[in-house]
Every structure is written in C-alpha cells, then in structure tokens.
C-alpha cells in the first residue's frame, strides 16, 4: 500500500507519497527547504547573520557612549574644580 500523495506547503505542487522531497526544494520529512545545492535553510543562516551583526554594533555604539560620556563627566568635573567665585 502506498502511501496518499502530498501537497507541498510551499509551492502547492502535489507530490507522490513515496516523495521525500517536493521540485521546489521542501523536504516532506524534516519541514525544511533545500536549495539546489544542498544547503538547508538559508534564511536562518542570514536571520542568525543579521541578529549576530546587529549585537555587536549595539555593544560598540555602548562602548562608545560610555566612553563619551566619561570623557564629558571629567571634563565637567575639571572645569568645576578650577571655577574661582
């Protein structure tokens, strides 16, 4: 007994039962997209990308405003020191 055909989620296209893998690349057992040359997913490999990038610009941009706001904190505290009344 085979078993009943398969509408692919992605593209629509039906498929056999016995089908692992729809044309469109949706792979039927794991729920994920293969592209051509074999390579799972790359839209998490570029959202995983985008997140990583986006961390370390958000640490450097606190670096530096933690470092601006040291240098105005003892600037201030200079000119505040030096004031004659």
Do not use: H
């Amino acid at each position: 007994m085979t078993p009943p055909d398969r509408k692919c989620p992605r593209c629509g296209l039906w498929n056999s039962g016995a089908a692992l893998t729809c044309d469109c690349g949706y792979e039927f057992e794991t729920r994920q997209i293969i592209d051509r040359s074999g390579n799972r997913d790359k839209r998490a490999k570029r959202i995983s990308y985008f997140l990583r990038e986006w961390s370390i610009g958000i640490v450097l941009i606190i670096i530096v405003l933690a470092g601006f706001i040291g240098l105005v904190i003892y600037f201030v505290s200079r000119i505040q020191w030096n004031f004659v009344w």
